[in-house]
């Protein structure tokens, strides 16, 4: 199962590569076989992101179209594969070890709360983090890319999202474009495009892909569908601005799995072992952050390898750290306390969720965030107006 390749072939690298076109700089390896000059070149440079669109679902299913016959190459995404972390990579151009942002539910010592980054909420109330004193500004510590470029940057997001916290705080001086429906995500970019003949940066971001893949699986019609309308919906926006010397570069956060229902472990089935836990289970499905009670620890490794053994690979968090899963270089000062004691990553197609009393039990059919082929390799595709 892969690792990210932080030294030339994920995302972090791609954003280097682009901030360097765009006059700005990257503490990392630039992307290998994308040369910044080439991008620079170009009067625009888009980068539209595609939320869930794995490497591997794109060529298996859809050879024939747009997007599969502008295919550059295969790359990573960050660890863990996931929205939170990714997204944050993109918006940054920083490695989760300098973002420390590790998940869609993390645990914030100094709130003493376990919250959902991106909506900014906390997990056991749905409270808005604001009210417990969260500044945003403060918690999100580090600077938007954009405000690092050299050319006038701007932000296209759908219309629910483009003004939460996360994303403001994120967006710096980059315009932001809220968009309802694919054809005014296109339409916005092109209205972009048009307004004057200086060099723009765009960054979008199409999330509907992700969000069917979660309720009905990547293998299902619905998800089949939406892509479809996609890729004509991109074709249609080509010939729109055809000629306006633009690069259209097409990337993913994540791949997705289909799990299963027999492959959900709930912590309601293992109460000794969440007997152990400290807080709530942190990050995502595919890859949990497990707080252990203090004197706990050897009990909580007999029972996860005993019993979970085969659904589950151990690690402390600590030497996750150490081996540049999150990225190189030194880490954020908080990350290891958004990590937790130990790590578990799943095999196969297994999954991980505990409940707490407020939350309304929900399936995900497709998930993320592990290291499956599926879940970390997207695509890098390219084209050209």
């Not at 203090?294 to 909580?300: L, Q």
């Given at each position: 199962m892969p690792l990210p390749?932080?030294?030339?072939?994920?995302?972090?690298?791609?954003?280097?590569?682009?901030?360097?076109?765009?006059?700005?700089?990257?503490?990392?390896?630039?992307?290998?076989?994308?040369?910044?000059?080439?991008?620079?070149?170009?009067r625009n440079l888009v980068l539209l992101l595609v939320d869930g669109l794995g490497y591997n679902w794109l060529t298996r299913n859809w050879p024939d179209s747009v997007f599969c016959r502008h295919l550059q190459q295969r790359i990573t995404?960050?660890?863990?594969?996931?929205?939170a972390t990714a997204i944050t990579t993109v918006m940054t151009g920083l490695a989760p070890q300098q973002h420390g942002l590790t998940g869609w539910h993390m645990y914030f010592r100094e709130f003493g709360t376990v919250a959902a980054v991106l909506p900014f909420l906390t997990r056991a109330t749905d409270e808005p983090l604001a009210?417990?004193?969260?500044?945003?500004?403060?918690l999100f510590d580090?600077?938007?890319?954009?405000?690092?470029?050299?050319?006038?940057?701007?932000?296209?997001?759908?219309?629910?999202?483009?003004n939460t916290e996360f994303n403001l705080a994120h967006s710096g001086r980059a315009a932001r474009h809220g968009y309802t429906r694919l054809p005014e995500l296109f339409g916005n970019i092109a209205r972009v495009l048009s307004a004057d003949t200086g060099r723009k940066f765009v960054y979008a971001y199409f999330s509907e892909l992700d969000t069917l893949a979660h309720v009905f699986g990547i293998a299902s019609p619905q998800v089949g569908a939406e892509f479809a309308r996609l890729d004509a919906a991109c074709r249609d926006f080509l010939a729109r601005i055809a000629g306006s010397d633009t690069t259209l570069i097409v990337i993913a956060d994540h791949g997705f799995v289909d799990s299963p229902p027999e492959c959900l472990i709930e912590l309601d089935h293992h109460p000794e072992l969440a007997a152990m836990l400290a807080q709530p289970l942190c990050g995502?499905?595919?890859?949990?952050?497990?707080?252990?009670?203090?004197?706990?620890?050897?009990?909580?490794?007999?029972?996860?390898?005993?019993?979970?053994?085969?659904?589950?690979?151990?690690?402390r968090s600590t030497e996750l750290i150490a081996q540049n899963w999150f990225g190189p270089g030194a880490p954020h000062p908080r990350l290891a306390e958004r990590v937790g004691d130990y790590t578990l990553v799943m095999k196969?197609?297994?999954?991980?969720?505990?409940?707490?009393?407020?939350?309304?039990?929900?399936?995900?059919?497709?998930?993320?965030?592990?290291?499956?082929?599926?879940?970390?390799?997207?695509?890098?595709?390219?084209?050209?107006?």
């Open positions: 390749d932080y030294h030339g072939g994920s995302i972090v690298n791609l954003m280097g590569t682009i901030a360097a076109a765009c006059g700005g700089a990257s503490p990392y390896a630039p992307l290998r076989g994308l040369d910044p000059a080439q991008l620079a070149a170009r995404s960050v660890f863990p594969s996931t929205t009210r417990l004193g969260a500044d945003p500004a403060v580090h600077a938007p890319i954009y405000d690092g470029l050299q050319v006038p940057a701007h932000l296209v997001a759908p219309r629910s999202i483009i995502e499905r595919r890859v949990a952050y497990c707080y252990v009670r203090p004197g706990c620890h050897a009990d909580f490794e007999r029972y996860v390898t005993t019993k979970l053994g085969a659904h589950a690979t151990l690690h196969n197609r297994y999954t991980l969720k505990d409940w707490l009393p407020n939350e309304k039990r929900h399936a995900h059919i497709g998930v993320h965030g592990g290291i499956s082929d599926d879940e970390m390799y997207v695509p890098l595709i390219m084209l050209a107006a």
